[in-house]
């Protein structure tokens, strides 16, 4: 059963010089108990696809589409019932852990503040289950860090918080954006590790935004590849980095540094350009003019999603490529 499903989701921004489309026709969905990686370059329109999930989007902002969860159309309920939604039934793990937190507020006030207003907790009871949701997401001596703020804890220890927060009235949904960004290596791994575990403890959903295609293939069980505001394929994790097909996704994984490669030896093979900025709906394939592979077509004919070997795989591109991916490693 899906969780979610996103269909024909559009974001359009008013500025000084015209729209811009940040997210055009997006569709996906999520299943029950699945980890769903969303993944792209900066600026691809990622993380304002997941914000107007939620109503969070900007004001100078349109949104258009259709966004279900559970049955029901976020984008046409009230305000009022999104908030009862939001925290309760879909939690969000913001990017920057240090911005999203008060620092005006002790940490274990901030987590209690969630139990007490969506489940109606009196403060003692509250108190014992941030203790309980602390430890949970790993957070060493929880009891005595209920009293701190923010900024003495390390990044990773507020990233922790920030998970804390969003199970604490076990969601159906969790929506993580860049949960690992600016963490080292030791910490990331752990903050997916704890992702993976939580999901399997409580059975919830989560979508992860991320460029990183190393934690793709750590966490994901499928991955929705986005450009230029589009969903440009979508496979199994397994199926994805096996048979990469579409030109921006063998670009990105080959923009990956390889075991064993040595840096002096390989220069990392970049996608060259930039992503476009759309003025309006694309009405040719926006990535034409990056792609080696790119015909006449290309630029006269949107391509939509269709499906190609592999179960659950589909790519829209005029001119998918089949053959294995080589990725050069050093000696």
């Known amino acids: 059963m899906n969780v979610l499903e996103v269909a024909d989701l559009g974001v359009t921004f008013a500025t000084e010089d015209g729209p811009v489309v940040a997210v055009d026709r997006l569709d996906y969905e999520v299943r029950e108990g699945e980890i769903l990686a969303i993944v ?7 993380s304002v696809g997941v914000l107007s999930l939620l109503g969070l989007q900007p004001g100078n902002s349109t949104v258009s589409g259709r966004v279900s969860y559970r049955g029901e159309d976020l984008l046409t309920v009230s305000e009022s019932r999104l908030r009862g939604l939001r925290g309760r039934d879909i939690a969000y793990i913001f990017q920057d852990p240090m911005t999203a937190l008060n620092p005006l507020m002790t940490v274990g006030t901030q ?3 969630t139990l007490r207003k969506h489940l109606g907790m009196s403060k003692a009871a509250a108190r014992e289950r941030v203790v309980e949701l602390l430890e949970l997401v790993g957070i060493p001596a929880a009891r005595e860090r209920l009293g701190v ?14 998970i804390a927060m969003a199970i604490a009235c076990d969601p159906k949904l969790l929506i993580a954006d860049e949960p690992t960004t600016a963490l080292d290596v030791t910490v990331q791994a752990g903050i997916i590790e704890t992702l993976k575990e939580l999901r399997d403890r409580l059975g919830m959903a989560i979508v992860i935004i991320t460029h990183d295609m190393g934690v ?4 994901a069980d499928r991955v929705v590849v ?9 496979a199994p994790v397994v199926e994805l980095f096996a048979h990469p097909t579409h030109p921006y996704t063998r670009g990105l994984l080959q923009a990956v540094p390889q075991r064993g490669q040595h840096a002096t030896a390989h220069r990392l093979k970049g996608i060259s350009g930039n992503v476009p900025v759309l003025r309006s709906t694309a009405v040719a394939c926006s990535f034409a003019d990056r792609c080696a592979f790119a015909s006449d077509a290309c630029r006269a004919v949107r391509p939509e999603p269709a ?11 005029l001119h998918p490529q089949t053959e294995p991916l080589l990725l050069q490693k050093g000696a």
């Not at 703020?149 to 920030?162: D, I, K």
């Not at 793709?216 to 966490?219: R, Y």
Request: hydrophobic letters at 40%; charged letters at 15%; glycine letters at 16%.
């Open 307 to 317: 499906p190609i070997a592999g179960a659950g795989h589909t790519v829209a591109c």
């Open 149 to 162: 703020y923010p900024h003495q804890l390390s990044g990773g220890m507020r990233q922790r918080v920030m």
């Open 40 to 46: 792209g370059e900066s600026g691809c329109g990622k």
């Open 111 to 113: 987590v209690a503040e």
């Open 226 to 234: 986005m450009y230029a505001g589009k969903a440009i394929e979508s």
């Open 216 to 219: 793709v293939a750590d966490i």
